[in-house]
């Protein structure tokens, strides 16, 4: 007797069906594993703006020796971490953390993430922006201190741009442009529809 067929061709439909792994179990499995996926971006998303908003400069990092009780939520890690972050990039590497989000749940949904390269790229520029935006409101602000909120590289940027800037109306014009310019990158590093952004925004207002 010939052996029975590993797959099984369904004339009606026109298309085979696995005997091992049948259509809603195959369907069930890509579900799983694309929750899986976007659950593991979404949990580091949560992780990175816990290890950001725990940080602390007297912590123990790669340019700061201390012998205290680390503040940061995730040790010696997230404190490296988040020096680094803050350092260089400043509050807007929260916003990193909202992006990674908006993937997690593009992909938990099944949405895919198209454009990969061009959404990172779109992500760096709207970091940078916000910076900028926060430091050509005070240029003045020395690494360090409490007042560095724009971090490094923004630093470097905003200082350039306001040298070619009226002195009396420089720092507003630069403010509100790259605030606009980092609203618009954001949007499309998140991916996200008018209707999400909208959704998230009325969860968190309740």
Do not use: C
């Not at 040790?75 to 916003?95: C, E, M, N, P, R």
């Not at 306001?162 to 606009?180: E, H, K, N, Q, R």
């Amino acid at each position: 007797m010939a052996p029975r067929p590993l797959v099984r061709s369904n004339s009606r439909y026109g298309k085979k069906e696995s005997r091992w792994f049948p259509d809603p179990l195959k369907e069930t499995l890509i579900k799983l594993f694309a929750r899986l996926r976007g659950g593991f971006l979404i949990l580091l998303s949560a992780s990175l703006a816990l290890i950001l908003i725990s940080y602390t400069p007297e912590d123990p990092s790669f340019n700061a020796a201390s012998t205290g009780t680390i503040q940061n939520l995730f040790g010696h890690t997230g404190s490296a971490i988040a020096d680094i972050v803050w350092q260089y990039f400043g509050i807007t590497g929260i916003l990193l953390s909202v992006i990674l989000a908006s993937w997690g749940w593009r992909i938990s949904a099944q949405r895919g993430l198209d454009l990969f390269l061009w959404r990172s790229v779109a992500a760096l520029l709207s970091l940078l922006a916000a910076g900028i935006a926060i430091v050509s409101l005070d240029p003045d602000a020395a690494l360090g201190t409490t007042r560095f909120w724009g971090g490094a590289f923004s630093k470097l940027f905003a200082l350039k741009f306001l040298s070619w800037l009226p002195t009396d109306i420089g720092s507003t014009v630069l403010a509100i442009s790259m605030a606009f310019l980092s609203l618009t990158t954001l949007y499309m590093a998140a991916a996200l529809t008018l209707d999400e952004w909208h959704s998230f925004a009325r969860h968190l207002h309740q």
